[in-house]
């Protein structure tokens, strides 16, 4: 069984810079795997950020971006706002299956 | 815009059965791949089953395999999913997405199935 892998939480300060992560249990994360980002607030469905690893939506924020770092797949938030604290996951694509992580709890404090 | 609607959620007994309804609006629902994903109470996001667009491929998360069964019609611009043998595992928020070249970009507001006695 494939698992993903994320950070369970992080905190950051407000105008800050931070990293959040996504390990395969099956090795190295490429572009293959077409990494996706999102995002969820409590109460609300999950929100697209970034997918094919780096490609951001029209609504997505400038401030993330989606890169490929040290066999993983990383989102990095720069200059975080408090409205960025929220829940975040990523997927991963498996030929046909799909995967994905625990998600990340990101706290701005 | 795109919109995705939910519905057919409820309250259903183990091992009952229901079937989920995705309603598609501001695309041309032929076109795209869809998912069904869905979120446990207080748990994270688990995918359940994809279909491309023609229907030529379907895949299913190993949870669900042998219960559920995805299908769309093109015509009515409409994904579903049958779920049986339902379980008190199965209880959780379900939602579709839209996928075109591995871009899951939009996603539907969900509907609760709740299986319990």
């Known amino acids: 069984q494939t698992v993903v892998t994320q950070e369970p939480s992080l905190t950051v300060s407000p105008g800050g810079t931070v990293t959040l992560t996504c390990a395969s249990s099956t090795g190295a994360v490429t572009s293959g795997y077409y990494p996706n980002w999102f995002q969820q607030k409590p109460g609300q469905a999950p929100r697209a950020l970034i997918y094919?690893?780096?490609n951001k939506h029209s609504w997505t924020p400038a401030r993330f971006s989606g890169s490929l770092l040290g066999g993983k797949a990383a989102l990095t938030l720069s200059g975080v706002q408090p409205e960025d604290e929220a829940e975040y996951y990523c997927?991963?694509?498996?030929?046909?299956?799909?995967?994905f992580g625990g998600g990340t709890k990101l706290t701005v404090l | 815009e795109v919109q995705l609607v939910e519905s057919g959620g409820g309250l259903v007994k183990p091992g009952g059965s229901l079937r989920l309804s995705c309603a598609a609006s501001?695309?041309?629902?032929?076109?795209?791949?869809m998912n069904w994903v869905r979120q446990a109470p207080g748990k994270g996001l688990e995918w359940v089953s994809s279909?491309?667009?023609?229907?030529?491929?379907?895949y299913y998360a190993d949870s669900v395999k042998g219960r559920f069964t995805i299908s769309r019609d093109n015509a009515k611009n409409s994904l579903y999913l049958q779920m049986n043998s339902l379980r008190a595992e199965d209880t959780a928020v379900y939602y579709c997405?839209?996928?075109?070249?591995?871009?899951?970009?939009?996603w539907g507001q969900g509907t609760l199935v709740t299986v319990s006695s």
């Open positions: 094919s690893t780096s």
């Open positions: 501001g695309f041309t629902f032929s076109s795209y791949s």
């Open positions: 997927l991963l694509y498996y030929g046909g299956a799909v995967v």
């Open positions: 279909i491309s667009s023609s229907s030529s491929y379907i």
């Open positions: 997405a839209r996928e075109v070249d591995w871009n899951y970009g939009y």
